[in-house]
């Protein structure tokens, strides 16, 4: 198994205020699917990803009114306080909008650029090195982002014709997947031979199958220095893109390989685009790599727990801790370390419950209606009740033990809050 150790392996690329390799944490990025052009609207999902764990944003810029609205939509992220990073993705024609509405340039923190979508022969090149004069112009970093799906059909075809002609016996999966890493590795010989910095650019080879996309993370590796941008370029829905995602992700990222992700799920039909923040974020806790918000441990339930109380406990608990962060992270320090347990009987309900901070074992069939909570491992009380009482006095007890475990930030207390 290859093994790298992140703190030392890659160059550190400054995305507005956030570090993306260089040793710095690995950092969660989402996108919009809003209409670009609705600066409104735009801008409002930015903050609401942002306020859900993304530390940078993206947007497609794809026609002109999009470019237009982009110096609007950060600024409404500023007035905010939304500190996110803006990126912009560009494809076909990003060197006409970067250059046609410079405002959109300077507004941007990061250009993302598909080196299969700049033009073809002479012209990609151009193309390609237009967009980066236009980063160096304005101080800002790029992502070179290669995808399975949109890549140089020049380069492929070569490849496979090389293939046939010197009988190597390759697999097209593995022609493709050397296809990407050189498209990769080239595309930034030639950004850094166009006045591109080092330190102005990160990489990406995303795929839509978890065995390649470890495979060409692995090659990529070896070859370059560069930050790496992890993710499936199409995760799927539910289920299927979570794990998906989580398995290739978490094999590369507990080898050391990546310095920022996204989780690209396919969200349901008026669905909540920050579910993949929080699988995003939840990968990176779960490997110990991040901490991001208070973690709940939830019985999965068994036929000792035909009541669905602990589940409807479980969802209120997790609903209620997501819609308090925004202000738990600007208050208190470390809350983010918080655990919970939320359980359905006693076989390992008082166990799990005692190894949380707070943690409530709830009646399992033919038990005593009784709801033991324990607190640092102590039992501090039992609840009785009704659901709508239990989901009130556990809330309490999870206001009482923020407001009494973690300090004020000095922020907040200069503020005299």
Known sequence: MLTIDRRHRTTGVHVGNVMVGGG?????QSMTMTDTADARGTAQQCIELWQAGSEMVRVTVNVPEAAAAVPEIKQRMLDAGCTAPLIGDFHYNGHLLLTRYPGAARALDKYRINPGNVGTGTRRDEQFATICQVAIE????????????????????????????RNLGKESDDIISECMVLSAVQSTELAMATGLRADQIIISCKLSRPRHLIEVYRALAKQTTQPLHLGLTEAGMGTKGLVWSSAAM???????????IRVSLTPKPGGDRREEVYAACELLQSLGLRTFAPSVTACPGCGRTTSSTFQELAESVQAYIRAQMPTWKRTYEGVESLTL????????????????????????????????????????????????????AFQQLLDDYVERKYPKKASFVEAGL
């Open 341 to 392: 347990a939320v359980m359905g009987c006693v076989v390992n309900g008082p166990g799990e419950s005692k190894a949380a901070n707070i943690g409530i074992s709830l009646p399992g069939t033919g038990e005593a209606p009784n709801c033991p909570v324990f607190i640092d491992g102590v039992h501090a009380t039992t609840l009785k009740g009704t659901y709508d009482e239990l989901a009130l």
């Open 24 to 28: 710095a944490p690995v950092v969660v």
């Open 250 to 260: 978490g094999v590369l990222l507990a080898e050391g390989i990546g310095d920022t």
């Open 138 to 165: 304005h101080g800002k970093p790029v992502r070179i982002g290669v995808n399975g799906g949109s890549l140089n059909q020049e380069l492929v075809m070569a490849k496979m014709q090389e293939n046939t002609d």
